[in-house]
């Protein structure tokens, strides 16, 4: 069974830090490459940050570059999110998926909430 679960989601003021995880079990973590999703409310879902298989390329959304790091341990099947200097306008559920070819698992996603 695919699974992605998300944790590390929370309240953070203006400035702070969160570092998200996603915990991938029933397929092969290593064939996929990662990708952290947000959707705040009203808004339409917005590609935040990617990682290729071995973590050798990576992307980002301009509104996150030199704040976000997105990073994975294979040997943990886990993909992270460093955020750091958190804005109100990050405020979203953060979602992370799994992607190969046409094949894409999703998680249930993280609630962040920056806010003073």
């Known amino acids: 069974q695919v699974q992605l679960v998300e944790s590390g989601g929370g309240l953070v003021q203006p400035g702070g830090s969160l570092r998200l995880s996603c915990a991938a079990s029933?397929?092969?973590?290593?064939?996929?490459?990662m990708t952290w999703h947000r959707q705040a409310p009203g808004k339409e879902r917005e590609l935040v940050a990617s990682?290729?298989?071995?973590?050798?390329?990576?992307t980002y959304a301009d509104s996150v570059k030199g704040r976000f790091t997105i990073s994975r341990d294979n040997a943990k099947n886990t993909v992270y999110l460093q955020m750091n200097n958190l804005k109100p306008e990050d405020t979203s559920i953060y979602f992370c998926?799994?992607?190969?070819?046409?094949?894409?698992?999703w998680g249930q996603g993280t609630q962040v909430t920056v806010s003073s």
């Open positions: 998926s799994a992607t190969r070819g046409a094949f894409q698992y």
């Open positions: 029933g397929f092969i973590f290593t064939n996929y490459g």
């Open positions: 990682i290729n298989t071995f973590g050798k390329f990576t």
